[in-house]
């Protein structure tokens, strides 16, 4: 009997072809699909008439009664693959462009896709990657890339973490010397330059144009070629000016932004007492808000050692005619100007938690990083929350035991895809305040390109499905399955994906 059956078998699908792609191996998974009768060859689907239809007033009926909110309903969309072509639907452009990014990936997937229809939005707004260029750089045409997989997976913000100790990477008229010293130092690995006093110091840097200088950065025509290509795609691209803290290289440049008095010489922070630190932020602010049209600007605000504060006679004045009562009311004294400055020019600011610690600044979002508290005290407070904490979201991390481990904590696929958003202790009412997650990619221990693509894929497919699908679809072993078949796509386009052993 046995036997049998499987002689037969190959007949019970005999006159039927494999269906090929369907909908239900997409990374991120929509919201619902249907398949209809028969499949498409790819190669042919790229060549069938395509009938747009950009209307909300038709795509509300397509939601037929389902509420969705302003911006799920511009990257809301339908779907259909026939055998004579495809049909889009969506009440916005946005929506079309992830239409067509669904259909993109149904066709690398497999040489046929099934005929089907598609409906479907995104769960959150904030659907981000974070890489860090200053300690390892990584060029333009690297991250166009980044961003073109970024699409795919339907990811819509690219934080640039562009200024830190080992490097500044923005071009800054105002301020010649972040780019002539700042970008470039004298040993490429970035613990051997560390270890050599590169931070601690401060001074390891060389003139641009010095003979095997390792590094590089942004100039305005780059950035607004990036700009380009990620508005293409409806990527935001969001810079972040670091302040008070990690800005090493900014002492190399203009020293004179230091408190004059230290306690701990090692430690270096914009000096949040002299006006001339003001001056110079302002305009390095300006020039990159009319460097980049996003609404926010990131300041960052984390880890900075406000020790020589407590001594420097100009911090201390300033607290005194400030009435503050401790140095982190100091930095938060700090934030609160820059937001201001950025309210003035139309823009509001993002910061790293820590600057919740001397008093949120009024309109802040804050990016929660050290677990989740900070992101929950700020919901209580009524601002806005990304999350990023390091248990999930930190891509540096290694993803399985035998990787190579220096950073020193296991982030696995499966940990990322366990995420949720919406945390323990966000209410109803306050979940409108979680915009989102995103992905940090610090470079200390990642070097090449290929190794920072290593550590994004595929743990980026994970952030892109928990950001994008609804929650009840989540299905670890399912997406693994379609994280092994997406794997195998992007290695044929030309990244790099780690393999989980
Ligand atoms: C951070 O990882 N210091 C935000
Ligand atoms: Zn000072």
């Given amino acids: 009997m046995r036997k049998i059956f499987w002689i037969l078998l190959p007949l019970l699908f005999a006159g039927k072809t494999a269906p090929g792609a369907t909908p239900g191996d997409l990374i991120p998974a929509p919201v619902e699909y249907s398949l209809t009768s028969g499949n498409v060859e790819s190669a042919k689907l790229a060549q069938l008439p395509e009938k747009v239809k950009v209307s909300q007033k038709a795509f509300l009926k397509r939601l037929n009664g389902r509420k969705l909110t302003d911006w799920q309903l511009r990257g809301a969309y339908w779907l259909e693959v026939g055998k004579r072509g495809v049909k889009i639907e969506a009440a916005d452009e946005e929506g079309v462009f992830y239409a067509r990014q669904s259909l993109k990936m149904l066709e690398a997937l497999d040489s046929t896709v099934a005929c089907c229809t598609i409906l479907d939005w995104p769960r959150f707004q904030y ?71 590169g931070e601690v110091l401060g001074g390891r840097f060389v003139e641009e144009g010095t003979p095997g200088a390792y590094g590089g950065y942004f100039s305005k025509k780059d950035i607004a070629e990036l700009l380009a290509f990620a508005t293409e795609r409806h990527i935001e691209i969001i810079p972040e000016i670091e302040m008070p803290g990690h800005n090493f290289e900014t002492r190399a440049a203009y020293p004179e932004l230091a408190c004059s008095l230290k306690k701990t010489p090692d430690d270096w922070e914009l000096c949040p007492g002299k006006e001339s630190t003001y001056e110079f932020l302002e305009k390095v602010l300006l020039e990159t808000f009319e460097m980049f049209p ?141 915009l989102g997650l995103q992905g940090n990619l610090w470079t200390e221990w990642v070097h090449e390109a290929w190794h920072a693509e290593i550590q994004f894929y595929p743990r980026a497919f994970a952030l892109a499905e928990v950001g994008w699908s609804q929650p009840e679809k989540k299905n670890y072993p399912d997406f693994e399955r379609r994280a092994r078949a997406w794997s195998a796509v992007a290695r044929q386009m030309g990244y790099n994906v780690y393999e989980s052993k």
């Avoid at 100007?337 to 949120?360: N, P, Q, S, T, V």
């Fill in 294 to 434: 996003s609404p926010y600007v990131h300041i960052g605000g984390d880890e900075a050692g406000k020790r020589n504060w407590e001594l420097c006679p100009d911090c201390q004045a300033r607290m005194k005619a400030e009435g503050l009562q401790s140095v982190e009311e100091l930095q938060s004294y700090m934030i609160r100007r820059m937001e201001r400055f950025a309210h003035e020019h139309g823009k509001r600011i993002i910061g790293w938690d820590e600057i919740l610690e001397g008093g949120l600044a009024p309109d802040a979002t804050v990016m929660s990083w050290r677990g989740t508290e900070g992101g929950l005290k700020a919901v209580s407070q009524g601002h806005d929350v990304i999350f990023t904490p390091t248990q999930y979201c930190y891509l540096d991390y290694h993803q399985d035991p035998l990787q190579y481990k220096p950073a020193g904590r296991l982030l696995t696929l499966e940990k990322v895809y366990s995420f949720e958003p919406l945390v323990e202790g966000i209410s109803e009412a306050d979940a409108r305040h979680v």
């Fill in 127 to 197: 659907r981000g990657l974070m890489l860090d260029v200053s300690r390892n750089f990584q060029d333009k045409e690297f991250v166009k890339k980044q961003l073109e997989m970024m699409a795919l997976l339907k990811m819509n913000r690219f934080h640039f973490h562009l200024v830190d100790n080992p490097g500044w990477r923005l071009q800054i008229d105002a301020y010649p010397r972040l780019t002539q010293l700042a970008a470039w130092r004298p040993i490429a690995d970035f613990w051997e330059w560390e270890e050599s006093g």
